[in-house]
Nanobody, 124 residues
Framework: QVQLIESGGGLVQDGGSLRLSCAAS????????MGWFRQAPGKERQIVAG????????YLADSVKGRFTVSRDNAKNTVYLQMNNLKPEDTAVYYC?????????????????WGQGTQVTVSS
């Protein structure tokens, strides 16, 4: 119903910044709550950020509060994850996700669609 295409991942030094983008096609973007997840080697997938349909409500994991910002541009059918002051612990594959059933979602089970993932590597 909706396809998610991620971009913006790459290699950055400790303290650097990256901006991830997730472009959605198909469906009606404004009806999807959106989220970002990440999975590091040897760890389970965990939520990084969530944003409500209208963008007024956001969620950030404790580990990224103060450093990451999630936003969406409904006119462009795109959700963003601005990552500042990146640390090696942030190294992971980052996934964009969409929820068709929730206006705001903070749990992986609430998401229906997933992007392909984009690698973020933070070097010391």
């Amino acid at each position: 119903q909706v396809q998610l295409i991620e971009s913006g991942g790459g290699l950055v030094q400790d303290g650097g910044s990256l901006r991830l983008s997730c472009a959605a096609s198909g469906g009606t973007f404004t009806r999807y709550a959106m989220g970002w997840f990440r999975q590091a080697p040897g760890k389970e997938r965990q939520i990084v950020a969530g944003i409500s349909r209208g963008g007024a409500n956001t969620y950030l994991a404790d580990s990224v509060k103060g450093r990451f910002t999630v936003s969406r541009d409904n006119a462009k059918n795109t959700v963003y994850l601005q990552m500042n002051n990146l640390k090696p612990e942030d190294t992971a594959v980052y996934y964009c996700a969409a929820s068709s059933t929730m206006w705001f979602a903070t749990m992986s089970a609430q998401y229906d669609y997933w992007g392909q993932g984009t690698q973020v590597t933070v070097s010391s």
